[in-house]
Each structure stands twice: as structure tokens, then as C-alpha cells.
């Protein structure tokens, strides 16, 4: 195997991958500035140290079944369905204060500085920076029965078992569903970097967040009918229609520059 790019960032990794080693490697995972490896039972680490290049827990890591990584730090959910965490400590890299409660996990969302892990008995547990959805406690109490968790960079929201929808954190990138009254009979969640898309059960689609990550959709909401399929993008969404036929929002670049996302090339693989 071979990296390339930025040192400083992970781009290089001498003698960090013998040949012996390499038939075993099973994912790969990166932060903002740092990457991990999983193979044969073993985690590699390297990049830059604040962001989980330096993984200090490794002792702990054992049996892993599925690693998550934000943008600084990384989580990693273990056989006996425990989380172990390394990175930025105050990005999410540090879990100390919810390791009681890190029980039973099924599995681990964040895409910015905190994380949300979803237990077994469908309640939620957050961790890292409060002003990226780490901050759950207004919505504690809605938290049962939890079906899905997503996320955005700053935000997450969840989808319960009766249909309905809770989030959190950042407003303007998907935190909050005060206004978005048709968040009802929701089968589905989808996340880009900045807003969600919700599926609903009679084949359309309600989109919320921020503009430049695909959080408005009322230029295509005439059109977001009979939907099979959802795919999300860093910055945009597709919906794919059960006659085969496509409808995308959301922006090639976030910065706002750029015009519609080009899904040809996905769509090539879908169809």
C-alpha cells in the first residue's frame, strides 16, 4: 500500500507498512491530519499527533469490529460493544466522563469535533466539543427508542421508532427541526457535511440545513416523489426515483462557487 499528499498530515508513512503486513489491512481511516489503518487484529497511527496520529490507547484496543473518525480524533467500537477514543481530547478524542455509560454500543456518528454513539437499549450518549452537538441534554429526554444517528459537521439528528425525528447542535447546519413541520413518518436519514435529508414512507423527501451542504430543496421539492434511493455527497444530495430517473441539490463546492453537484459518475455506478 502506498499514501501520498501532506507529511505532516499523513501523506507519508515510511516503514509503517512492512509487506507481510499489508494482506491484512481491512480499512482505512482519516481525521483532518491524521490517518489509521485496521488489519489482522492491529491499529497503525500516524499523521499529526493532536489529531489521533498518535494513538496512545493502543493497549486498549483490542478486537476492534468498526473505527469512526471526526475531524480530530478517532473512536473505536470494540467486540464486547465498548468505545475507546484518541485524538484531540476536547474534540472528541476523550471520553473519560461517558465511559460508564459507553455500554453496549451499536454505533458511532460525528463528522466535526464531538461524537454520538447509539446504545442497544436505543438511547444516546455524546461526547467532545458542546458547540458541535456534544451538548445533548435539552433533547436527553426525547432520546428513546432511536432507530438511526446521523450527523453533520456541527449537528446530529436522530430518527425514532415512531416515525419521528430529534436534533441537535449547530442550527444553521441541521441542529434545529423547530420549522420543519413534515418530519413525520420518516424511514430514513442522510447526511451531507452541512444539512440532512429525511425519507419519508410515501416516497418523498424533506431536506433541511445548511444551503451550500444541500439543506434546501425547494427548487427540486415538486420532484422529490417516488424515491427509491437516497446518496449523500460531502455538499449535496441525489435522489434516485423508482422509475430510474434522478433529482440532485446542493452545490459542487461549499464555499458557494460552485454550481450544482455532478453525480455522473455515481450515477454510472448506481445504474
Same mark, same amino acid.
Given at each position: 500500500?502506498?499514501? /501520498?499528499?501532506?507529511?505532516?498530515?499523513?501523506?507519508?508513512?515510511?516503514?509503517?507498512?512492512?509487506?507481510?503486513?499489508?494482506?491484512?489491512?481491512? #480499512?482505512?481511516?482519516?481525521?483532518?491530519?491524521?490517518?489509521?489503518?485496521?488489519?489482522?487484529?492491529? +491499529?497503525?497511527?500516524?499523521?499529526?499527533?493532536?489529531?489521533?496520529?498518535?494513538?496512545?490507547?493502543?493497549?486498549?484496543?483490542?478486537?476492534?469490529?468498526?473505527?469512526?473518525?471526526?475531524?480530530?480524533?478517532?473512536?473505536?467500537?470494540?467486540?464486547?460493544?465498548?468505545?475507546?477514543?484518541?485524538?484531540?481530547?476536547?474534540?472528541?478524542?476523550?471520553?473519560?466522563?461517558? #465511559?460508564?455509560?459507553?455500554?453496549?454500543?451499536?454505533?458511532?456518528?460525528?463528522?466535526?469535533?464531538?461524537?454520538?454513539?447509539?446504545?442497544?437499549?436505543?438511547?444516546?450518549?455524546?461526547?467532545?466539543?458542546?458547540?458541535?452537538?456534544?451538548?445533548?441534554?435539552?433533547?436527553?429526554?426525547?432520546?428513546?427508542?432511536?432507530?438511526?444517528?446521523?450527523?453533520?459537521?456541527?449537528?446530529?439528528?436522530?430518527?425514532?421508532?415512531?416515525?419521528?425525528?430529534?436534533?441537535?447542535?449547530?442550527?444553521?447546519?441541521?441542529?434545529? +427541526?423547530?420549522?420543519?413541520?413534515?418530519?413525520?413518518?420518516?424511514?430514513?436519514?442522510?447526511?451531507?457535511?452541512?444539512?440532512?435529508?429525511?425519507?419519508?414512507?410515501?416516497?418523498?423527501?424533506?431536506?433541511?440545513?445548511?444551503?451550500?451542504?444541500?439543506?434546501?430543496?425547494?427548487?427540486?421539492?415538486?420532484?422529490?416523489?417516488? +424515491?427509491?434511493?437516497?446518496?449523500?455527497?460531502?455538499?449535496?444530495?441525489?435522489?434516485?426515483?423508482?422509475?430510474?430517473?434522478?433529482?440532485?441539490?446542493?452545490?459542487?463546492?461549499?464555499?458557494?462557487?460552485?454550481?450544482?453537484?455532478? /453525480?455522473?459518475?455515481?450515477?454510472?455506478?448506481?445504474?
Amino acid at each position: 500500500m502506498a499514501v /501520498w499528499g501532506n507529511s505532516s498530515c499523513g501523506g507519508c508513512a515510511p516503514q509503517i507498512f512492512p509487506p507481510e503486513w499489508v494482506p491484512g489491512l481491512h #480499512k482505512i481511516y482519516a481525521t483532518c491530519g491524521a490517518m489509521a489503518a485496521i488489519g489482522e487484529g492491529h +491499529i497503525k497511527t500516524w499523521g499529526m499527533n493532536p489529531y489521533g496520529g498518535d494513538c496512545s490507547v493502543k493497549d486498549q484496543l483490542k478486537d476492534i469490529q468498526e473505527v469512526h473518525a471526526g475531524s480530530v480524533a478517532f473512536a473505536a467500537i470494540l467486540a464486547d460493544k465498548t468505545v475507546v477514543t484518541w485524538g484531540n481530547e476536547e474534540g472528541g478524542g476523550d471520553s473519560t466522563k461517558v #465511559k460508564a455509560e459507553l455500554l453496549n454500543v451499536q454505533q458511532v456518528q460525528g463528522k466535526g469535533r464531538a461524537f454520538a454513539a447509539l446504545l442497544e437499549n436505543g438511547r444516546v450518549v455524546t461526547w467532545g466539543d458542546p458547540e458541535y452537538g456534544a451538548d445533548s441534554s435539552h433533547v436527553q429526554s426525547q432520546l428513546q427508542d432511536v432507530q438511526q444517528l446521523c450527523s453533520t459537521y456541527p449537528a446530529f439528528a436522530v430518527l425514532l421508532a415512531n416515525g419521528t425525528v430529534v436534533a441537535w447542535g449547530d442550527p444553521e447546519y441541521g441542529g434545529d +427541526i423547530s420549522r420543519i413541520h413534515q418530519l413525520k413518518d420518516v424511514i430514513q436519514l442522510y447526511s451531507s457535511r452541512g444539512a440532512f435529508t429525511a425519507l419519508l414512507t410515501d416516497g418523498s423527501a424533506v431536506a433541511w440545513g445548511h444551503s451550500d451542504f444541500g439543506g434546501d430543496a425547494s427548487k427540486v421539492q415538486d420532484q422529490l416523489k417516488d +424515491i427509491h434511493q437516497i446518496l449523500s455527497a460531502d455538499s449535496g444530495f441525489l435522489a434516485i426515483r423508482k422509475d430510474g430517473s434522478a433529482v440532485s441539490w446542493g452545490k459542487l463546492y461549499p464555499d458557494g462557487h460552485g454550481e450544482q453537484v455532478d /453525480w455522473t459518475a455515481t450515477l454510472a455506478c448506481v445504474g
